[in-house]
């Protein structure tokens, strides 16, 4: 019998959880608040909201496989050594 947690990541891959919705959502969120920081479209944040749906559906779009292969492999490594760097501490 498979454990929940790898059941919940394999369904989660099968949606494209990975390989669409979270370099979507990290795209969106770097370039809105790269926007918003630096105000080169006033404090409106719906037209920043909007700028940034945009592109992060381009750059998702254009990255596809190759860029959430990316963030998989760079997050993945990057919580092993946050995780060796807090053991060491």
Do not use: C, H, Y
Not at 37 to 61: E, Q, Y
């Amino acid at each position: 019998m498979a454990n929940p947690f790898e059941t919940l990541i394999t369904n989660l891959n099968q949606l494209g959880f990975f390989g669409f919705q979270l370099p979507w959502v990290f795209t969106f969120a770097v370039v809105f608040g790269l926007l918003l920081k630096s105000k080169s479209f006033g404090d409106n944040k719906r037209i920043i909201g909007v700028i940034s749906l945009v592109v992060a559906f381009f750059v998702t779009g254009f990255g596809g496989p190759v860029m959430a292969s990316f963030f998989t492999s760079l997050f993945g490594l990057a919580s092993i050594i946050i995780a060796g760097i807090l053991v060491i501490a």
